[in-house]
């Protein structure tokens, strides 16, 4: 059975960090290309940052840039998120996402399996 499934998410202010996990089983994740995409109301979901199942691609989205850095534990079967200097506009569920590929394909339709998602509020 595929799963991922998010943890790590919470309240916190501005200025302040938080790491997101998102632990995989059920298949081979080292085959796959993972990332972070996030979701606030009334937006559509949009990718945050993507590592390729090899490590030779990791993508930002501009708003993320300098400030999250993804990562990808293929002995654990895990994905991270560290997210620093977080400001009220990154309140969001934070999903993963992982796609059966060597890259990080941009249409969000190719991810092949979706977590629950995490809760992720910015506020003082």
């Known amino acids: 059975q595929v799963q991922l499934v998010e943890s790590g998410g919470g309240l916190v202010q501005p200025g302040g960090s938080l790491r997101l996990s998102c632990a995989a089983s059920g298949f081979s994740f080292r085959n796959y290309a993972v990332a972070w995409f996030r979701q606030a109301p009334g937006k559509e979901r949009e990718r945050v940052a993507c590592h390729s199942s090899m490590g030779n691609t990791i993508t930002y989205a501009a708003s993320a840039k300098g400030r999250f850095t993804i990562s990808k534990d293929d002995t654990n079967n895990m994905a991270f998120l560290q997210m620093n200097s977080l400001k009220p506009e990154d309140t969001a569920i934070y999903y993963c996402?992982?796609?059966?590929?060597?890259?990080?394909?941009?249409?969000?339709?190719?991810?092949?399996?979706w977590g629950q998602g995490t809760q992720v509020t910015v506020s003082s």
């Open positions: 996402a992982v796609d059966y590929a060597l890259g990080c394909r941009g249409s969000i339709s190719v991810w092949d399996y």
